[in-house]
């Protein structure tokens, strides 16, 4: 093997590393050596490095700030070479007033799932993009709490099994699965919310340019972008990452259509 | 540690909790993060109207518990910063303050206490003592935690906090209560701009090239590591041990001793005249810090008097303390009362005479 293959200083990129290869593709800096944690066919891993990718891109990871939240991606900060806080669970969004409060120049983004972000953070996540605060907020939304084991979140669909809904969710005990991104695009600090997707190369794309948009208004202090990524979870849903995509594709994503749902007024 | 400010001006006639948050200001705090709640509004309503002409940033959050975790985030992007409230307020802080404890990251909380348990009155109270002093959340932790007695040292205390917290990258918690919160009195205010101010080098503000990424977190999944962030805690809270800081009335020829702190201490003062006009030889000793605790000071006093009173606003919390630091060597009384009603100097004299007849009709 030739060990100049797994070269990953970004100055080599485009350049030749012996007589048939050429260097295309590298892991950005702004991402450790840390090994993922996450399951196979996971998204959260796609998307931490999209994100990684966005900042080394925008040249800002000497001024990012990132906030963890507790859940799957709660070791985060072990693999985003940036500056990081981990937050308590559901709290992330008021850690990240707190740290761009103070530091109103540096770029800050908190990263949630569903149970944090939509249940017990309901009341932060609601005043910080209330507020306006110049801050990305990152939600993945994959219906399940997947790190306590595949117990029911508030964005589970009707009828979808869990640990804690093992004959299936029903509204009239636990309530409707809750759109939280919708909720939010009442509120007139919220400038820029979306909704993505990664589990296939096109959704990966898209979700780079909504990034890249929004670092790119919060430079402009134009209030809060709010970017929700429709993931899967193999291991609490119980099935096979290929299976997760169809599960995404034919149930999440009616519930949950992609695309922007608030994009800025000019 | 004792180390008294600069002060500049005349003495002002202040409320308790204007006097804390001008204090605030002079000590050029970067942030302030508060929810309203009686008997502490002031604060929050004094810093919305003095920051916005001075300097700094006031922030009203949706609830304390969103407040104090916009402290955790301020301070561990290495800010000055400090938040207040009451009793229910603080206890819906307690998690936060438990990631911040665990985080090691310095702050000022004040709790203005009020009676409870929960909702409780808007009338002062001692009845967070074990909240404040012996961890408060889940963990092992401990907050250094200071006990203003006078609009003075509600001004005072803000900038001995800070220094402690910075010193020690650990929170500290004023523990006042209601009435020193709303009463007035004279005050001559710290100097501004007295407390120096550094960016720590962990803080988050932002990975330059030549150092590796700073991380602020409460999480070691490992029990290993888990065991180590522990015993360095405990390490620390040992030297902390060394800030203890109490105050002595009269206690050079006392043969009675009364224990108390803050309000309680104010109005002990007045009974050790009273009982001094009687005849009887009564000295107070008021704990300044609560953690640190001056066990050592009243384990010699057990020696020299013969009987202690503790005189609390509660069902008798500090006197497990004093209990503790005189290791059954003299017998420790209390008298208190709860829900916002306060002693008066002639009850805590009758106390104190009924126990002392008690002991000398045993000794007889």
Redesign the interface.
């Given at each position: 093997m030739n060990e100049k293959l797994y070269l990953e200083d970004e100055e080599n990129l485009g350049t030749q590393v012996d007589e048939s290869y050429e260097q295309v593709y590298c892991k950005p800096g702004t991402l450790?050596d840390v090994p993922f944690h996450y399951c196979p066919g996971c998204g959260h891993s796609v998307v931490h490095k999209v994100l990684m990718e966005v900042i080394a891109e925008l040249g800002i990871?000497?001024?990012?700030?990132g906030?963890?939240p507790v859940g799957c991606s709660?070791?985060a900060?072990q693999y985003?070479?940036?500056?990081?806080?981990?937050?308590?669970h559901g709290?992330a969004s008021?850690?990240?007033?707190?740290?761009?409060?103070?530091?109103p120049d540096?770029y800050v983004f908190s990263y949630q799932g569903d149970g944090d972000l939509a249940a017990i953070g309901t009341?932060?996540t609601?005043?910080t993009v209330n507020r306006g605060e110049n801050i990305l907020m990152l939600f993945i939304n994959n219906g399940i709490y997947g790190m306590t084991g595949g117990q029911m979140a508030p964005t589970s669909l009707i009828g979808q099994v869990t640990s804690t809904s093992p004959y299936g969710r029903e509204a009239a005990q636990v309530g409707n699965p809750i759109k939280i991104a919708d909720m939010l695009c009442l509120l007139p600090g919220a400038y820029y919310v979306t909704r993505q997707i990664v589990h296939n190369p096109n959704g990966v794309r898209k979700l780079k340019k909504a990034l890249i948009k929004a670092f790119e208004y919060q430079k402009q202090k134009k209030g809060t972008c709010f970017v929700e990524v429709v993931s899967n979870c193999p291991s609490g849903w119980k099935m096979t990452p290929v299976e997760t995509i169809k599960y995404i594709e034919e149930k999440m994503l009616p519930m949950y259509p992609v695309g922007d749902l608030k994009v800025p007024q000019n | 540690m004792e180390k008294k400010e600069k002060r500049t001006g005349e003495a002002k006639l202040m409320k308790g909790n204007e006097a804390f948050a001008e204090a605030a200001i002079r000590a050029d705090i970067?942030?302030y993060?508060g929810y309203p709640i009686t008997p502490q509004s002031e604060v929050l309503e004094y810093l919305e109207r003095e920051i916005p002409n001075r300097h700094g940033?006031v922030?009203q959050?949706?609830?304390e518990?969103?407040s104090i975790?916009?402290?955790?985030?301020?301070?561990?992007?290495?800010?000055r910063?400090m938040t207040s409230s009451s009793s229910p307020g603080i206890s819906l802080m307690q998690?936060?303050i438990s990631?911040i404890a665990a985080?090691q990251l310095p702050c000022l909380i004040a709790n203005v206490v009020r009676g409870g348990p929960g909702l409780g009155t808007i009338q002062p109270s001692q009845g967070d003592y074990f909240q404040a002093t012996k961890g408060g959340g889940h963990g092992d932790y401990h907050l250094i935690v200071l006990a203003p007695s006078s609009v003075q040292e509600m001004a005072d205390f803000v900038f001995d906090g800070f220094r402690l917290a910075e010193k020690y990258r650990n929170p500290v918690m004023i523990l006042s209560d209601g009435a020193l919160g709303q009463m007035m009195e004279k005050v001559i205010l710290p100097e501004e701009g007295s407390l120096p101010k550094t960016t720590p080098a962990w803080a988050?503000?932002?990975?330059?090239?030549n150092r590796e990424?700073?991380?602020?977190?409460?999480?070691f999944i490992q029990p290993e590591e888990m065991e180590q962030v522990n015993l360095r805690l405990q390490e620390k809270y040992k030297a902390i041990q060394s800030e203890v800081r109490y105050e002595e009335i009269q206690t050079d020829d006392a043969e009675i001793l009364l224990v108390a702190f803050g309000l309680s201490s104010r109005i002990c003062q007045k009974t050790v005249d009273l009982a001094r006009e009687k005849g009887i030889k009564v000295g107070l000793l008021r704990p300044i810090t609560l953690y640190p605790y001056p066990y050592a000071r009243l384990n010699e006093l057990s020696s020299q008097v013969e009987f202690m009173l503790t005189v609390e606003m509660n069902a008798g919390q500090m006197v497990e303390d004093v209990r503790l630091a005189v290791e059954g060597k003299v017998p420790v009384h209390f008298i208190g009362r709860m829900g916002g009603m306060i002693l008066s100097p002639e009850d805590i004299l009758h106390k104190l005479e009924s126990v002392h007849e008690s002991h000398n009709a045993v000794n007889v």
């Open positions: 450790t990871q000497e001024e990012t700030i906030v963890a709660v070791f900060y985003m070479n940036i500056d990081m806080q981990e937050a308590a709290r008021a850690v990240a007033t707190g740290v761009k409060r103070v530091l540096k009341a932060e609601i005043h | 970067d942030a993060f940033l922030l959050a949706e609830s518990v969103a975790n916009m402290v955790y985030g301020a301070a561990g992007a290495g800010a910063v998690e936060g990631y985080a988050t503000t932002g990975k330059t090239k990424h700073n991380v602020i977190t409460s999480l």
